[in-house]
């Protein structure tokens, strides 16, 4: 089968790959459409280190069908669609327990991620799931999937069935920017109808809080971005105000638009400076979510006076998601004609076509590119 492999040097398209076989818990999917999202390229750039070493198939936000499933397996079937999730969970240690499966450490991927935040220590041979298998060696797939492939074998975990009038091209998007702009309004922050929110950074991650906060009921949405081209896209998905940081003060703006600051703000670039500037756009007893993935030696200078008023950063994977029941519900809202999916992919792509997709992305053309396996 074909797919996109990254050898360490460039990302290019591979034929011959193969999938392992089925253990008792895992599920095979055919990959129906996979969204291209800013971290593929932060993986092949360095910014997240030497977390996955190569060959790794690339691709991490996808959605396809069940082709076949373990012995253990109960809760999808061959046939039925799916949104497959980045993490695995086990369902049972306290942090599941509690509604935090984000943070389950049971998982290969999970105790490597936790091990290199405690330790620094970047994972070795066996320390990551390996399902693929190229030129007689098991390889890696990104950040737990390898979407970007025709077939994919993950843990019945990361599968989560959705209604089949969902195409796979809008339902990919679920799996990783919807999951994540949306949980860092409605799990991570909690905005509250009345509440006003500022988004920094207007890309698919982004347009996808702007988007949670016009649902959660937010009055006041405040899109900042350094590309004018974004102001349509933002107000489409909700934002009632837009500042091109490019041209004026971001703070100064967004307090000229709230006056004393924002309930919320939400960082979605990864730049350590916008990060300290959504932290003075903050009203006292405001919030500040990190959702951008900045350099792992990045650091963020704040005056700690900033934080005198009861304001917070926080910390927010993947949404703070649970994705057994947050995928269902994001379908329903979808459904309801509430939250806006198809208005997200702005272009398809064929595998082949990886590298205009990239270029497209990093133009800021796209809210989202998506490519398909036709």
Not at 245 to 256: D, L
Not at 323 to 329: E, L, S
């Amino acid at each position: 089968m074909r797919g996109i492999l990254f050898d360490g040097e460039a990302a290019l398209v591979a034929e011959g790959l193969g999938v392992t076989d089925l253990e008792p818990a895992q599920v095979r999917v055919r990959i129906g459409a996979a969204g291209v999202c800013h971290s593929d390229v932060s993986v092949i750039n360095g910014t997240f280190g030497a977390m996955f070493p190569p060959p790794f198939v690339m691709g991490h936000e996808g959605a396809g069908q069940v082709l076949s499933v373990g012995a253990d397996v109960t809760t999808v079937a061959p046939g039925d669609h799916v949104v497959i999730a980045t993490i695995d969970n086990c369902g049972r240690c306290p942090v599941c327990a509690t509604g935090h499966p984000t943070l389950c450490q049971t998982s290969k991927l999970g105790a490597a991620i936790a091990r290199r935040n405690e330790t620094g220590e970047e994972p070795g041979p066996g320390d990551l799931p390996a399902y693929f298998t190229y030129r007689g060696e098991r390889i890696l797939g990104f950040a737990n999937t390898g979407v970007f492939a025709e077939e994919v074998v993950v843990s019945q975990g990361q599968v989560v069935a959705i209604d089949k009038r969902v195409p796979f091209t809008s339902a990919c998007l679920i799996g990783c920017g919807v999951l994540t702009g949306t949980g860092a309004i409605f799990n991570r922050a909690k905005v509250y109808r009345g509440e006003s929110v500022a988004v920094v950074g207007v890309g698919g991650i982004g347009l996808n809080v702007i988007q949670a906060a016009r649902i959660a009921g937010a009055t006041k949405i405040i899109a900042v971005d350094n590309n004018p081209a974004k102001e349509n896209f933002a107000r489409q998905f909700g934002a009632t105000h837009f500042v091109d940081s490019g041209k004026y003060p971001a703070v100064a703006s967004v307090q000229e638009i709230s006056p004393g600051g924002v309930d919320c703000s939400v960082e979605c670039v990864g730049h350590t400076a916008l990060m300290r500037e959504a932290v003075e756009m903050l009203r006292p007893g405001g919030n500040m979510v990190i959702l951008g993935v900045a350099g792992m030696e990045a650091e963020m200078a704040i005056a700690p006076f900033q934080l005198y008023q009861d304001k917070s950063i926080m910390g927010c994977r993947y949404g703070s998601s649970r994705p057994a029941f947050d995928i269902p519900a994001l379908v329903d809202l979808y459904l309801d004609g509430r939250l806006l999916l198809d208005e997200l992919v702005s272009a398809t792509y064929d595998l082949a076509e990886l590298d205009r997709a990239f270029e497209d992305l990093e133009a800021g053309k796209l809210a989202r590119g998506v490519l398909t396996m036709g």
